[in-house]
């Protein structure tokens, strides 16, 4: 299949996004032995569970304490073929006065005409630890419309712990700088015995031990309403009266704790895989693990028309059996793969199914030969999807990932791997989302979750232990409070594994005047993939055009 060259951009933005989620879980869970589902989650709110209109509406560049850094200057210089800067945000907007700051890298794409331009449009493309700076050096900006560039400078940053973000966040020391994670006994997807789940537990805590070894002072300043308040300071520095924004997958969180502290200061706001902050730990878990399970019922369905005689069965009945005879003897023992010692067990089956839902069109092909050649035992390309491989870089990226470095902000001896979106995918879920201290509460969440989504409740449920030692946050799940807001656009696809549909209904529905867009397919997210999204988006982007109710677009 050929894919025009802004849509084959755009799905290797998304697939790579995938696997950097993987590639936390890896790091975080491998102890556990059980897989992570991809997750995108955060949710915004104050210490009571709600942000405060009376201090949404406070304008904080105002604060005498703030206006340094409100009142800075970026100062451009090119790299490549766009121009960068630093922008400096207080470490704790409590204490801003402390001497304690991130220094984020801040890059744009100067694209607007002269005479039509409006300003500036910052995006944020996922995560939480997508880097954005590298999504635009990537060519994101190259994938928005014509329209939307010709009156736009398309601007994104590093989130503070992010990327090159100075200090940036890590769960590595000095001996882990190789990026491996420590050995570990292998637990089922179901851990159901006393000893199973005791294993499970001291692997969680392990984790979160090491990440406050390697980064604590910096793991209460990372959460998602900070990064907003960063996302304020930004819009300040570039010289926009108002923010023009679009947030894909986790983006949809870090644009919806900034509707609710500057509901003024937002001019349009797009919001693409959306993130519904009323809902709990488990109530999130439970609808991402059900939509990866729908969406692998959905490959199975729909692969003869997708994929062709390159299915991995003649009918939907045989291709489900394989995925079910795979997980069953991987469980059993791993399949060989070359170059590894350990082989792919079931968890490693199970993420490279879920990763492979985000881009149906690009990635179901790739899905269907490595499960044709699991089945005669060599585990190889589908663990490659599992491990994040198999995103189209060619061994570039994998190269800078292998680079390491010591962090000049951090404590002596540990180590900040060049992409360090495991580390930064695990602090803010952790601090964002609050979490049980009892671990009875996630194991008498485990039935339900196998009753909901097979093994892709139980591991998605396995893989919320590791925030249960984690440092407490002040965040609550609330309904959206942003009194004042413009109309903001949702984006939702109907067949969204990652963040499902019902989210963009909900968070659409919470927002004053909030619009819904619905993409009627598969995969994750919607604008950049399919025409009649782009138009509806970047017409309103543009015009602040609003979308009508019901509006619904199609491959």
Not at 112 to 120: C, E, P, Q, V, Y
Not at 214 to 232: F, I, M, Q, Y
Not at 460 to 480: N, S, Y
């Amino acid at each position: 299949m050929i894919i025009p060259w802004t849509d084959q951009l755009r799905e290797y933005l998304v697939i790579r996004a995938a696997a950097r989620r993987r590639q936390a879980f890896v790091i975080a869970l491998a102890v556990l032995g059980s897989a992570s589902l991809a997750a995108c989650t955060a949710g915004p709110g104050s210490a009571s569970g709600r942000p405060s209109s009376a201090a949404a509406s406070a304008d904080p560049a105002d604060r005498p304490d703030l206006r340094r850094f409100y009142g800075q200057k970026l100062a451009w210089h090119a790299c490549g073929a766009y121009r960068c800067a630093e922008l400096t945000v207080p470490m704790d907007y409590a204490h801003p006065a402390d001497g304690k700051t991130f220094v984020l890298p801040v890059a744009k794409a100067g694209t607007a005409s002269a005479g039509k331009r409006i300003g500036s449009l910052l995006y944020n493309p996922g995560g939480p630890g997508e880097r954005g700076v590298q999504a635009l050096k990537d060519g994101l900006a190259d994938t928005l419309g014509r329209g939307v560039r010709e009156r736009f400078d398309i601007v994104s940053f590093d989130p503070r712990g992010v990327g090159e973000s100075k200090p940036a966040l890590t769960c590595l020391t000095g001996e882990e700088a190789d990026g491996e994670s420590p050995a570990s006994a292998e637990a089922p997807l179901y851990p159901r015995t006393d000893a199973e789940r005791a294993d499970a537990l001291a692997g969680a805590r392990a984790t979160a031990d090491a990440c406050r070894k390697a980064s604590g002072p910096l793991l209460p300043h990372v959460g998602t309403e900070d990064a907003a308040r960063d996302l304020d300071v930004l819009r300040a520095a570039l010289g926009d009266r108002k923010l023009t924004y679009v947030g894909w997958s986790y983006g949809t969180s870090l644009g919806t704790s900034y509707a609710e502290q500057f509901p003024r200061r937002v001019r349009a706001m797009v919001l693409d895989g959306a993130v519904d902050p009323s809902l709990d730990w488990r109530q999130r878990m439970l609808g991402q693990a059900t939509g990866f399970r729908d969406a692998v019922a959905d490959y199975a369905e729909s692969c003869a028309a997708a994929v062709g005689d390159g299915c991995p069965g003649s009918t939907p009945g045989e291709i489900r059996a394989l995925i079910d005879r795979l997980l069953e003897r991987t469980q059993r023992e791993p399949l060989t793969v070359d170059g590894s010692e350990d082989g792919l067990d079931a968890a490693g089956v199970v993420s490279a199914l879920s990763l492979s839902m985000y881009t149906p069109e690009s990635q179901w092909e790739v899905l269907s030969e490595a499960l044709r050649e699991a089945e005669g035992g060599d585990g190889t390309k589908l663990a490659a999807l599992a491990w994040g491989e198999e995103d189209g870089t060619d061994g570039e990226e994998s190269e800078d990932e292998a680079h390491a470095e010591s962090d000049p902000g951090g404590d002596s001896g540990t180590t900040v791997p060049e992409d360090n979106s495991d580390a930064a995918l695990i602090a803010v879920n952790c601090l964002d989302v609050p979490h049980p201290r009892d671990d009875r509460a996630y194991w008498d969440a485990l039935a339900p979750a196998d009753k909901a989504a097979g093994v892709y409740g139980t591991s998605g449920l396995t893989g919320e232990l590791v925030c249960k030692d984690w440092p407490a946050g002040t965040q609550r799940p609330h309904r959206v409070d942003a009194p004042g807001v413009p109309p903001v656009l949702v984006v939702g696809t109907a067949g969204d594994p990652a963040t499902p549909y019902d989210e963009a209904v909900s968070l659409a529905r919470q927002f004053p005047g909030g619009m819904l867009l619905s993409f009627r397919a598969a995969g994750h997210t919607g604008y950049g993939r399919n025409a009649c999204v782009d138009r509806n988006v970047e017409t309103y982007l543009v015009s602040l055009t609003k979308v009508r109710p019901g509006t619904t677009c199609a491959p």
